[in-house]
């Protein structure tokens, strides 16, 4: 995301082009009401047919396989890899627990999650929402077999030329920028009155600051 000066690179050429290419699917190839649908309106979309594809993490699978009725007629594929050859998988769709330093009974919050990890509890949870377990242990167990998206995803993680993208979380404005500016910008792109350009362009002035200020702390 930073270069070796400590600045963005996330409005360069090829990302101008990228973006360009992306958000020009709208419309023409994707529903008109798009522009203004959340989450749920677009796995709709998917699961009625009215959408031949999405893109969405492992979160979904449930949803998936209630409104088809089971496992036939959807499965999960890896996006493209890239002209150099890698595939970029997305590391930031994570999910844990964590313990608190107020925390004023950390033995037993210790042993919560450390139960949560284990291979039995792990396991069980993983399989009722249909993701990854943390647990590796878990790996074995028929359920993981038999689950098609996420066989794709172990077989697609585990490739020797695939890399994983983090985003920079770790700034404190990241969350704030992204929903204040980012999100309406990117509809502003899509109904045509902001160019791509100009977009990341403005998302590049507000991360060399959040970058600054977090380097300067």
């Known amino acids: ?92 769709a994570l999910t844990g627990l964590c313990m608190f330093d107020t925390c004023e009974n950390q033995e037993a919050a210790w042993k919560w999650i ?18 990854l377990p943390v647990n590796t242990s878990c790996y074995e167990d028929d359920w993981m077999k038999e689950m098609q998206h996420i066989q794709c995803a172990i077989e697609t993680t585990s490739m020797d030329n695939c890399i994983t993208y983090t985003s920079p979380s770790y700034l404190p404005e990241w ?8 999100e309406p910008g990117i509809q502003s792109v899509m109904s045509g009155d902001m160019t791509a350009k100009e977009l990341l362009d403005m998302w590049a002035e507000y991360l060399n600051e959040a970058y600054a200020n977090y380097m300067a702390e």
């Open 114 to 131: 450390t139960y949560m990890c284990s291979h039995d509890a792990n396991s069980y949870w993983n399989e009722s929402i249909g993701q």
């Open 175 to 182: 969350g704030t920028i992204n929903s204040t500016y980012i």
């Open 1 to 92: 995301m930073f270069d070796a000066e400590g600045k963005t690179t996330i409005n360069c050429d090829e990302a101008v082009a990228f973006l360009e290419r992306y958000l020009g699917l709208y419309g023409e190839y994707t529903p008109e009401s798009d522009i203004t649908a959340g989450y749920k309106e677009i796995s709709a979309n998917f699961d009625s047919g009215v959408s031949a594809m999405f893109t969405h993490n492992l979160g979904s699978y449930g949803s998936h396989v209630t409104a088809f009725g089971g496992t036939e007629g959807f499965t999960a594929n890896p996006l493209p890899t890239a002209d150099n050859g890698k595939y970029v998988n997305y590391g930031g």
